[in-house]
């Protein structure tokens, strides 16, 4: 919430300023890493002893600027596009996760269709990991044409959160299981 106040006030007080209002509209979220050699050379200043503290910037939000002064309306559309998908794959993800949950409360566990939801549920969160990777890539590309710090070269790795890509696999591992049991649970039904 205070992330959306700041930037609805930077977004007004832009308004006035056409400059500040095209990097407004081109911030990117980018990973730094120093290059060899340049560790600690730059600073920031500490108020409480009044002096500059040596520092590594890791990760900042940056506006860039615009190629030919106007936003892409290409990087509009990507934009739009995998924030849509995303909210698409995290609904579909809460609601299986939801009706597990449901079924697990009515001791209803180990049947085809927990199996189903649980196979659902991992290759949606491994779709999103695949959505963020693909916004990485395309920001740091960007960004890698349009921005030089000294001393520095831009991680898109570092930008990137595993864990959805790992909380996919374990829920896709764990569907495999309860498939396994319920298909050695069949064939003992089976041959009684």
């Not at 700041?6 to 407004?24: F, N, T």
């Not at 809460?94 to 269709?113: C, E, G, M, P």
């Not at 649980?118 to 290759?123: E, N, R, T």
Request: some cysteine.
């Amino acid at each position: 919430m205070a992330g959306f106040m700041i930037g609805v006030e930077a977004g007004q007080s832009s308004l006035q300023d056409p400059e500040k209002l095209q990097y407004l509209q081109n911030m990117v979220d980018v990973s730094l890493r120093p290059v060899s050699g340049h560790v600690l050379v730059d600073s920031v200043y500490n108020e409480v002893t009044a002096s500059f503290l040596p520092v590594i910037h890791g990760r900042m939000i940056v506006g860039l600027p615009s190629v030919d002064g106007t936003p892409s309306i290409w990087k509009a559309i990507w934009t739009l596009f995998l924030f849509l998908a995303f909210i698409v794959l995290v609904t579909a993800c809460i609601v299986f996760f939801i009706r597990l949950i449901i079924a697990i409360n009515q001791s209803d566990i180990f049947n085809w269709k927990n199996v189903y939801r649980l196979y659902k549920m991992g290759s949606c969160l491994i779709a999103i990991f695949a959505l963020e990777l693909t916004s990485v890539i395309l920001t740091s590309r960007q960004a890698e044409h349009l921005l030089s710090i000294p001393g520095y070269e831009i991680n898109p790795m570092d930008s990137l959160s595993f864990t959805t890509l790992i909380l996919g696999g374990c829920a896709l591992l764990v569907g495999e299981i309860f498939a396994i049991g319920l298909r050695l649970k069949e064939e003992q039904e089976l041959t009684i």
